[in-house]
């Protein structure tokens, strides 16, 4: 027995984030330039904010993957709250770019 409504919501939230691929490009590329700075390499928050946005793809692809698991399983609602994981990294971006 499979659930259409979570199929169509996994689809079309995973098309999202899949679109959200364009503008995290540009915030990696431009997460570099804050180690133009020579003593950046010594910040540890640098150094995590830029791993952040970096993991963003492999946070992408391991939801996608986990939640379709999930939705095979008959597991419906775990699949719909781990498609929610890319989210952390969404979130603060639309906010940075609003409110930043």
């Known amino acids: 027995m499979k659930n259409v409504k979570t199929a169509l919501y996994l689809l079309l ?22 180690f133009a700075d020579p003593n950046a390499l010594s910040s540890i928050a640098g150094l995590g904010l830029m791993f952040f ?22 597991k419906f609602k775990r699949a719909a709250w781990m498609n929610l994981l890319p989210l952390l990294w969404i979130v603060p971006l639309v906010l940075f770019f609003m409110y930043g």
Do not use: D, E, N, R
């Open 13 to 34: 939230s995973q098309f999202i984030y899949l679109l959200m691929c364009a503008p995290w490009f540009l915030v990696a590329l431009t997460s570099i330039m804050a």
């Open 53 to 74: 946005v970096w993991l963003y793809p492999a946070a992408f692809v391991g939801a996608a993957v986990t939640c379709w698991i999930f939705y095979h399983k008959g």
